[in-house]
């Protein structure tokens, strides 16, 4: 891995250095410059300032301009131009900055001159035509006294195949360290990541608690839900055919989990994994409730992830509920479906079973409260009591009085707790903020607000 970043890092510095020559030579001062033709190159005729006016500025009437720039100035061999008239073979003349052609050339100075202030020098062709001239003739081979520019040209040329080869290198090292670092890179950008969500985190939270207690009160005065909730359940349970486990009320419609392996009635659509659906409207007619069917107990437990109201049927608990996971979020849901009874049968009574580390209940004023429920007769309702044995599948019981749990009970409370809700006990229907043995519903609850009902494949975010 080191090796590969060296590489990288060596590929970028010789390009660059490559680049800072490129830079520095471009940099340097340039001038435009004619070379004095011999009479064979000029047609026979001696070369005049009038031609090079013509060929390199396009007006023969600009030979004076050349004549004031190149005026005193020493040549190669030694004279300087002192007459208009005066021309030889090979002078190299200094030319205006504007002009163009086959025949102008650039050159640099040579630090040669007349010796007077501010003069820069005599100008050394390079050799090289003007890059806005037109290619053809280029004025012949440079005069004699006149350096080499293969010898004293400071000019870097960077050849195409050499600036290729360093970009191909340094991708090629710059992918490589790529592929071997990939599982680095992801580490990295996952640790990043996570930092980023955990400094959200307390405000997702505050966000989280605010809108669940935005349910409670929404939960608290609407009296339509639960209507339509007990109007689905009706129409499914007034023949005594369709057991409902629990139903949500949308916007849309009306979903009912069942424990029925049977087609749907009119209206309802089978969604699979024994969930009925139908959309809003009238419910059908209830018929006559049967004698040795419980009445249904529906509370409101929380909302779904498409927004809809979800009541449960406690008198399907068959005993007790086990509310897991995280104890505050636990006490909410217990507390919110003791507040959903007070609203239906407020003359329900209620038990507290205490246990070490328990939590603190706020049961509702409205309902009875029973201190010591013990195993006296007196205390619990007489159609509840009974026997039976431990049944695999819940069975529906009428809900004639609670039993709140506000932990995980030991050895002693669990007796108590199968004494009084278990199978063949005193009828209670329990709520248990922890984990109990014997218990057919088990919610588990997580720090969001969010809680799992295993049995109806459900998550609902519950009301604080």
């Known amino acids: ?206 966000r989280r608690l605010r809108f669940r207690r935005s349910l409670t009160t929404a939960f608290a005065g609407d009296g339509e839900s639960p209507r339509l909730a007990y109007g689905a359940l009706a129409e499914l349970t007034g023949s005594g055919e369709h057991a409902v486990h629990a139903v949500s009320v949308g916007d849309e419609g009306v979903t009912a989990w069942v424990a029925t392996a049977g087609a749907p009635p009119a209206p309802w659509q089978d969604l699979g994994e024994a969930r009925w659906w139908r959309p809003a409207g009238a419910f059908a007619r209830p018929a006559a409730p049967r004698p040795d069917v419980p009445a249904p107990c529906l509370v409101a437990v929380g909302v779904d992830e498409q927004g809809g109201k979800v009541f449960v049927d406690l008198g399907r608990l068959d005993g007790a509920l086990s509310v897991t996971g995280d104890r505050g979020v636990a006490r909410d849901v217990v507390q919110g479906l003791l507040a959903g009874v007070a609203r239906g049968r407020p003359t329900v009574p209620v038990a507290v079973i205490q246990v070490a580390d328990g939590l603190a209940i706020a049961l509702p004023p409205t309902m009875p409260r029973v201190e010591s429920p013990g195993r006296r007769t007196a205390d619990v309702p007489a159609a509840a009591r009974g026997t039976g044995t431990l049944r695999a599948t819940a069975h529906p019981r009428p809900l004639e009085a609670l039993l709140v749990v506000p932990g995980t009970p030991a050895a002693r409370e669990s007796a108590d707790l199968a004494a009084l809700s278990g199978p063949g006990g005193a009828g209670w229907t329990a709520l248990v903020c922890g984990d109990a043995d014997g218990a057919h519903w088990r919610w588990r609850a997580s720090p969001d607000g969010s809680v799992e009902i295993p049995v109806l494949r459900l998550a609902v975010t519950a009301p604080a």
């Open 1 to 206: 891995m080191a090796a590969v970043v060296l590489l990288a890092l060596g590929s970028a510095l010789y390009l660059g250095c490559l680049a800072g020559a490129a830079v520095a030579a471009d940099g340097d001062d340039l001038v435009k410059v004619y070379v004095v033709k011999t009479a064979e190159q000029n047609g026979g005729t001696p070369d005049t300032l009038a031609n090079a006016a013509a060929r390199t500025l396009g007006d023969p009437n600009r030979a004076g301009e050349i004549f004031e720039l190149n005026r005193g100035r020493v040549q190669a061999d030694g004279s300087a131009l002192r007459n208009p008239a005066d021309l030889r073979a090979g002078w190299i003349l200094r030319l205006p900055p504007d002009a163009r052609g086959p025949d102008v050339r650039l050159a640099r100075e040579t630090g040669g001159g007349t010796g007077q202030p501010g003069d820069a020098g005599q100008p050394d062709a390079s050799g090289r035509p003007d890059d806005t001239g037109q290619p053809g003739d280029t004025a012949g081979t440079a005069p004699a006294g006149a350096r080499s520019p293969q010898r004293d040209s400071a000019a870097i040329v960077l050849p195409l195949p050499a600036v290729l080869a360093g970009l191909g290198t340094l991708l090629l090292a710059l992918l490589t360290a790529g592929i071997m670092a990939r599982r680095q890179v992801r580490r990295a950008f996952g640790a990043v990541a996570r930092a980023i969500h955990r400094l959200g985190e307390p405000a997702r939270r505050a």
